[in-house]
Structures are given as structure tokens and as C-alpha cells.
């Protein structure tokens, strides 16, 4: 989330991708202004939050096929 009582989810987000790289990370708020906020660029995606779940779990699917992919890749040019 974004709003949060010690730091916010943008303020928490530069920390979060710096240690755990290659993690994808989706932003989930009620706030729509804070997409504009170029640290926000930093996650994977950027969601309203709505009673509807089928974009937040159309995201999460596409991010986890991305990871696999994008491991797949990886093992390919790792030498064994």
C-alpha cells in the first residue's frame, strides 16, 4: 500500500527493489496520484484498488509467467 504510518509504499519501494532483485512488484493503493510519482516507476505495475480482483490477478499471472520466462532464459546461457 501507500499510505502507511511509518513510510510510505514509495518510500519503502527503493529499499524493497534494491534487496530483493528480480522480485516483481505491483503497487496496489486506492490512490491514483501517486503513479505519477516517478519512484512509483520502479514497481512492475501500478493498480487501483477495486472490489474486482481479475486485474490484480491477471498482473500477478503475467509477472509470475515473466519471472519464469525470464529464468528460463537465464538457464540457457548459464554454463552447467
Known sequence: DIIMP????????????????GVPIIL????PDFKKDFKSWQ???YLIKSSDFSELKREVKKLLN?????QAHADVFEPK
Open 43 to 45: 514497481a512492475d505495475a
Open 66 to 70: 515473466l519471472d519464469k520466462e525470464s
Open 6 to 21: 511509518i513510510m510510505s509504499g514509495i518510500e519503502a519501494l527503493g529499499p524493497i527493489v534494491r534487496q530483493n532483485k
Open 28 to 31: 496496489h493503493s486506492s490512490c
